[in-house]
Structure formats: structure tokens, C-alpha cells
Antibody
Framework: QVPLVESGGGVVQPGRSLRLSCAASGFIFTNYGLHWVRQAPGKGLEWVAVISHDGSRTYYADSVKGRFTISRDNSKDTLFLEMNSLRIADTAVYYC???????????????WGQGTRVTVSS | DIVMTQSPDSLAVSLGERATINCKSSQSVLYSSVNKNYLTWYQQKPGQPPKLLIYWASVRDSGVPERFSGSGSGTDFTLTISNLQAEDVAVYYCQQHFTTLRTFGQGTKVEIK
């Protein structure tokens, strides 16, 4: 069972909107904050946004602030990324990530989805 | 935001030799109350999501070969791959999780010479 499965990617024109989803399984969804991380073609990893376990706190990279909204539905174990006013520079694979889970002496591995590809092109 | 800078951007190492990657943070990622550096190292191969190698700057994740080691504290960190194997060809990233706004280094590509 794959813990995180992203969907919703596709080809979209500049200025338009897209909503990504990430379905979670195999862990207690409501216990963890979750992130979106993206990777433009041939480029490095860029952290995009994070949401707290209960959805009360959200933080964004400057590059997406005001255009992207991260949210979650804890009743459906699903994470979302609403992307508005899309730019060509937003073209990337978008990964859903459950962070390291650390105790006092060790951490459990993070979970990364396989990613969903977003292409912004006219 | 904490800026993470890796060096070099790429390196070519002979099989069986050592590869050394450096990562510098713009501010300390040492959580002094627990004496842990909130610095991780990832390995990414083409077409795959990143895989965690090291957390707390020096602790290998479960199943990671002993030839991978991490060191450093505060703002300066190193990932060392001893006895480089063909399967280690990949891009390596450092990431800080000291702040909520996680940031990555730009990546270092490791190839076989």
C-alpha cells in the first residue's frame, strides 16, 4: 500500500488554476503536518508549502505566496494544493510529503508520493 | 528563510573511491536544547522521489549502507560516500528542518569517473 498518492496534474495555460490532491493511507493522517515539494524539469527540489496536522496553520514559499493554497480534509485523509494564477515557472512535478517523525532517540522515515506533473504552457 | 548552499554542483569519482559533498546553511540549524542538528541528506535517482539517507546530520536511516556518513554541526555539514558504487550515481540534496519553511540545497550530482 502506497502511503501517499498524488493526482490532479496536467497541462494548463498561464493564468489558469489547478487543484492537486494527495490521498493518504497507512498512517494516522490527523497526527501529521504535510508538505508540498516541487521539482521543475532538470532542476532541484523546492519546498512549496506546509499545513499543520489540524489545518490551523499554513506556510508558503515566497514564490507561491498569495497564489497557492494548501488545505486538508481530515475526514477523507486527503491533502490539497489549490494553484491559481499559474505561471510557466510553476511547471514541475509536485510531491506530497509526510515529514520525518522523530522521537527523542530516532526518527521514522518520511513518506514521499510519486509526484504529479504540472505543465503550464500556452 | 534559511538558505542552503551545496558544493560542488557536481563531481566525478572513480569506483571504490570517496565522494564528499558539502552543505552550508545561512544560519545555525543546531537545536541546542536537544543538541541535535536539524539537517537531512537525500538521494534522488532519475524518475524517482528523493530517498532519505541521513537525519540529525549524522544518523543513517534504516537500511542505508554504512558507506554513507554525515558529519558537521551548526552551519557546516558534509555527506561522505566511501567506496563509491555504481548504484550511488544520483543527485544528493541537503535539507534543513530547523524551521517550518523547509529549504533544500541546490543539489550535487555524483557521477562515475
Amino acid at each position: 500500500q502506497v502511503p501517499l498518492v498524488e493526482s490532479g496534474g496536467g497541462v494548463v495555460q498561464p493564468g489558469r488554476s489547478l487543484r492537486l490532491s494527495c490521498a493518504a493511507s497507512g498512517f494516522i493522517f490527523t497526527n501529521y503536518g504535510l508538505h508540498w515539494v516541487r521539482q521543475a524539469p532538470g532542476k532541484g527540489l523546492e519546498w512549496v508549502a506546509v499545513i499543520s496536522h489540524d489545518g490551523s496553520r499554513t506556510y508558503y514559499a515566497d514564490s507561491v505566496k498569495g497564489r497557492f493554497t494548501i488545505s486538508r480534509d481530515n475526514s477523507k485523509d486527503t491533502l490539497f494544493l489549490e494553484m491559481n494564477s499559474l505561471r510557466i515557472a510553476d511547471t514541475a512535478v509536485y510531491y506530497c510529503v509526510k515529514d520525518l517523525d522523530c522521537g527523542s532517540t530516532s526518527c521514522n522515515s518520511p513518506y514521499w508520493g510519486q509526484g504529479t506533473r504540472v505543465t503550464v504552457s500556452s | 528563510d534559511i538558505v542552503m548552499t551545496q558544493s560542488p554542483d557536481s563531481l566525478a569519482v572513480s569506483l571504490g573511491e570517496r565522494a564528499t559533498i558539502n552543505c552550508k546553511s545561512s544560519q545555525s540549524v543546531l537545536y541546542s536544547s536537544v543538541n541535535k542538528n536539524y539537517l537531512t541528506w537525500y538521494q534522488q535517482k532519475p524518475g524517482q522521489p528523493p530517498k532519505l539517507l541521513i537525519y540529525w546530520a549524522s544518523v543513517r536511516d534504516s537500511g542505508v549502507p554504512e558507506r554513507f556518513s554525515g558529519s558537521g554541526s551548526g552551519t557546516d555539514f558534509t555527506l561522505t560516500i566511501s567506496n563509491l558504487q555504481a548504484e550511488d550515481v544520483a543527485v544528493y540534496y541537503c535539507q534543513q528542518h530547523f524551521t517550518t519553511l523547509r529549504t533544500f540545497g541546490q543539489g550535487t550530482k555524483v557521477e562515475i569517473k
